[in-house]
Nanobody, 114 residues
Framework: QVQVVESGGGLVQAGGSLRLSCAAS????????MAWYRQAPGKQRELVAS???????NYADSVKGRFTISRDNAKKSLYLQMNSLKPEDTAVYYC????????WGRGTQVTVSS
């Protein structure tokens, strides 16, 4: 199965920015709808944003206008540019297909302080 490695998380102040990256293995990446998910302590994993193979995007209402999802099919990579971060964005961020078909990686921690 396909494995992913997330990176780019860290500690930032409210209003700051981070850029997350996800490197995927396998040959199916370019035809998958990819997505970023996040899970805060005590909360369910939620879909943050998705991007189709052709670059069409969707965002959760909570991040719309602040986050931008993108992909580089040649590099089998997925990105999430996060601007105007809020404390409620604090979570472990994961990448996977839109339907969760890849093995889940370890995720990358994003912590936003007040």
């Amino acid at each position: 199965q396909v494995q992913v490695v997330e990176s780019g998380g860290g500690l930032v102040q409210a209003g700051g920015s981070l850029r997350l990256s996800c490197a995927a293995s396998g040959s199916s990446f370019s035809i998958q709808v990819m997505a970023w998910y996040r899970q805060a302590p005590g909360k369910q994993r939620e879909l943050v944003a998705s991007i189709s193979s052709g670059g069409y995007t969707n965002y959760a209402d909570s991040v719309k206008g602040r986050f931008t999802i993108s992909r580089d099919n040649a590099k089998k990579s997925l990105y999430l540019q996060m601007n105007s971060l809020k404390p409620e964005d604090t979570a472990v961020y994961y990448c996977n297909t839109r339907t969760g078909n890849y093995y889940w990686g370890r995720g990358t921690q994003v912590t936003v302080s007040s």
